[in-house]
């Protein structure tokens, strides 16, 4: 059966590195990242003579939406041609939002593929020290607004995703530290491999 695998977190957690890695070990496998999409982006906000800022209202009335739109239509395209397609994106608002979630599995149940997402678990303190030194345009103003910005944050574990009867649609990937990384890289991909 083919799987979509939705690789998701709050930003700086990880998601990249862990995505990355994931694709290299598995295989038949396309990678996604959204992040591909932010040259459209800028220029929208050139195009509109707005300030550059994924936290703006103008980003979430005109460009966020339509980023997770593209990407997961790219990878409903792409299961066409392969087995496994892994998307990097946080999903903050969808993975919680039971319709969107409900919508994306009828998608995905026509073309005969499973849905998987892996939570990438990581220490908030650790996260801002990885936007820090990532020292990313798109984190001038998360970092600039800390307390507002994480305190519109969820880091919460999307429980409500997990059904009992099926070992593999939340997957919860710990990334505080190089040893809790290697430990959920092995255990991961052995249940996708299965």
Known sequence: MKR???????????????S???AKK??????????TLIV?????????????????????KNIRDY??????????????????????????????????????KAKLALKNARLTVIWVKTDVAVCRQRMISRNSDRDTWKLEHWDEYISGINFE??????DPKCKDDLLVFENSSQQEFEQSMEEILKIIEE
């Open 4 to 18: 979509l695998i939705l690789v998701t977190s709050p930003p700086a957690s990880g998601k990249t590195y862990i």
């Open 20 to 22: 990355k890695q994931l």
């Open 26 to 35: 598995l295989k038949h496998v396309v990678y996604l990242d959204k992040d």
């Open 40 to 60: 459209l982006s800028r220029q929208i906000f050139a195009v509109a003579n707005q300030e550059y800022n994924r936290s703006s209202d103008f980003f979430e």
């Open 67 to 104: 980023e997770y739109e593209a990407i997961v239509a790219l990878a409903l395209e792409a299961l066409e041609y392969d087995d496994i397609v892994l998307i990097n994106a946080p999903f903050t608002r969808e993975i919680r939002d039971e319709k969107y979630m409900a919508d994306l």
């Open 157 to 162: 574990i999307p429980r409500e995703l997990d």
